[in-house]
Nanobody, 114 residues
Framework: QVHLVESGGGLVQPGGSLNLSCAASGDIFRPYAMGWYRQPPGRLRRLVAA???????TYTDSAKGRFTISRDKTKHTVYLQMSSLEPDDTGVYYC????????WGEGTLVTISS
């Protein structure tokens, strides 16, 4: 089992910045990918950004140029730096960990509003 703990959500005005982090712990014995997904109210959960086992990074189009994903392998932690935030970025952000199985964090709420 792998346990994920997310932090960093909150209320931010449009144009502001926010940093999320997600720490994984537990049975981490194999290479793994980590990423962030967003679920807006009443909508499906979709990928925002991810880092593969080979350290390749992918972003959804709306995140390119505004968000930066990174990770610290020594801490099994993934970060998401978000800037120039827009109301459409609002949602619950879920951390994902994939190795032999898929694991999800409980989510952290990000609200972009004036």
């Amino acid at each position: 089992q792998v346990h994920l703990v997310e932090s960093g959500g909150g209320l931010v005005q449009p144009g502001g910045s926010l940093n999320l982090s997600c720490a994984a712990s537990g049975d981490i014995f194999r290479p793994y990918a980590m990423g962030w997904y967003r679920q807006p109210p009443g909508r499906l959960r979709r990928l925002v950004a991810a880092i593969t086992t080979g350290d390749q990074i992918t972003y959804t189009d709306s995140a390119k140029g505004r968000f930066t994903i990174s990770r610290d392998k020594t801490k099994h932690t993934v970060y998401l730096q978000m800037s120039s935030l827009e109301p459409d970025d609002t949602g619950v952000y879920y951390c994902n960990f994939y190795s032999d199985k898929n694991y999800w964090g409980e989510g952290t709420l990000v609200t972009i509003s004036s």
